[in-house]
């Protein structure tokens, strides 16, 4: 059976997506368009390229989580580079470690822009400079001026994952407008499921969401003390007022939410073995538990 995707954001707990997606797999289930914004846009983009649950499985057992925290060589022994790094660069890592990763697994599929891809994958950013979200590829022409023949699929990973101030936010120069910073898709619309409900991209495919959260339509508790409590507040607030209304009661059915405990948080990028099995193993169970349920596949 043939559904449309929709993948959360999530950090370094995404990798959940692959137990879930061998159970996808397992009852048969195809994904013909994809969504995903932050980590999520990562898991989408790999998939959408032709790779397998098993292949992502042993890919993601096999790397230190680790390497993908690149600050500048400088900064690993002088600490107060690191500091300025962030003021300058604003974003303490680099990102280039996981973007070439990234690249280097589509291009092991035959993937290098989104012309190689047929309209399949819609990956999502935050435009800063212009207050909005930006929508890959649709967006590059349309607003940006760029050929999204000729624009990487990494690069527009790199972008939705490009945690505030953890990762160096993407500085795109375009045609129309001047020089556009963006960042983390997820900080604008961390569950995306409202790209296949717009008018253009509507059509009689069930989509079927997948969520790193459980299934708990109250935004969660804020404890602010500090200035440094108040940014992520705002953000997590901004993520889940945004997302949330385009989700009714109705629509979460076809919502998959995997519930992930408090020992792995979205920023845990020196996972251990036994981290990612556990988030492997959630995944999986989750999907179980949603598809005995599934109207869609009942009544396919």
Known sequence: MEVDGVFSGGGIKAFAFLGALDECERQDIRFKRIVGASSGALIAAL??????????????????????LDPHPIAKHIPLVKWLWLY???GLYQGDYIENWIEDLL????????????????IVGADIT????AIFPDDLENIYGIDSSMFSVAKAVRISI?????????????????????????????????VFKQEKLKNNR???????????????????KTAFDMLPAIVSTMIHAHDTKYISNKEAE????IPINDEVNATDFDLSQEKKDYLYNIGKESAKKHFSSWDVIKNS
């Open 47 to 68: 998939i959408t390229a032709g790779y397998k649950p098993g292949e992502l499985k042993t890919i993601i057992d096999q790397i230190d989580t680790e390497k993908f």
């Open 88 to 90: 300058f660069r604003l």
């Open 107 to 122: 291009k092991a599929k035959g993937v290098h822009t989104f012309a190689d891809l047929n309209d399949n994958l819609y």
């Open 130 to 133: 212009n207050g909005r979200i």
């Open 162 to 194: 490009s945690i505030p101030y953890f990762f160096q936010p993407i500085n795109l120069k375009t045609n129309h407008v001047n020089k556009c910073v963006f960042v983390d898709g997820g900080t604008l619309s961390n569950f995306p499921y409202w």
């Open 206 to 224: 069930p989509s079927l969401g997948i969520k790193l959260s459980s299934n708990d339509p109250v935004v969660p508790g804020q404890k602010i």
């Open 254 to 257: 076809n919502i998959m939410f």
